[in-house]
């Protein structure tokens, strides 16, 4: 595109800046979509902003004031909660904002226990009422340590399709991984408001559980890795719900005391967990429950899904939708269990070529979001 064509495009669509570049680049992508980065289009807002710095004048919102002063739930939830209300403020920017209003006493958290023991020294009528007290206060412990292994993701916009793409096997920093499919899939993804994304692990590459020095010999080493996995955890922007870790990742925080993928989760306000994550999205009033790992023992070679129906059987979760990486195999099979269909998902791997072992992953044809 001619330098002058996209100036004008900014131009005219520079009243939708609320303060927030992202937000207009985004806009600016999904009404004249010409190919361009989302990147792209930040640097050439910013150039035109410093050029005509008058087209971009908003008027000034005090969204600390928006912040409850009492809270009963996480700093997250409410970080979350303030980001679907003000979406032009990401979660991290509003998790800040939240930090500093609790250090200005300005907030309250209010803790509610489900199990009061001191109830039960208060004088009861009978036995049988006391007996009934506490069945009532152990069934919500047991709730409440289920409910602990589970993670709740509630879509607002409830009257709207929306697709959730499972990924896993990066390996960012491999030579034989197809990175610029991967910037590809990743930022249509990103420019798509109703779909989503999780991760089932092995971000990078990261070979140094048995061979350091190879590894720090490697074209692409593992720092460097790491930040090529920062700026495509950043490229997914809202889009990426949630991350499990694979053995790729955990190498880093096996031979160290520092888990660079915890970090990078908590930085950006993403659900992380490095072993197992249970999620109860809800869209609408349906729950639809999904359960990722990266690995499992009871593999097949001659069906990829095995695993997952297995994890099923082994009563690990109740899921619907039962998703594990590791294998660079794609497989996506239905199964049925209690007359309830669910899904076996194995996401596949951008890592093409594995020269150790003389074999070829290829990714799933799946179809693609416009």
Known sequence: MRNNVWREIIRKEAHNYNGDIAHLARHIIEHHDDGTTHEAW??????VK?????LFEVNAIDYES?????WNGSQMDLARLMNRRFPEISTRGWEMRILRAKERNSITRLEKPD???ENLKKASGSLESLWATI???????????????WSTVRINDSDRFIGVSFASDQHIGNPFADH?????????????PDVYTIHAGDYIDNFIIDKPRPAMKAPIPPSVQWKLCEHYIKMAGDSLIAIVAGNHDLWTAGATDYDPLKRLAEETGTLYHPYEMNIRLIHGDIPYHISVRHKRRGN???DPSRVIKKMWDDGEADFDIGVIGHHHTPSVVPFTKHGVERWAVRPGAIKLWTPSVKCAAFRANVPQVQ
Not at 42 to 47: D, H, L, M, Q, V
Not at 180 to 192: C, G, M, N, Q
Request: charge should be positive.
């Open 42 to 47: 930040r640097g050439r807002i910013r150039a």
């Open 50 to 54: 410093r050029e005509e710095p008058e």
């Open 66 to 70: 928006h912040i409850p002063s009492v």
């Open 115 to 117: 199990f009061i023991v």
């Open 135 to 149: 069945e009532e206060q152990s069934a919500k412990a047991i709730m409440g340590i289920e409910d602990a292994r």
């Open 180 to 192: 610029k499919r991967l910037r590809h899939d990743t930022e249509l993804i990103a420019r798509h």
């Open 300 to 302: 097949s070679n001659l």
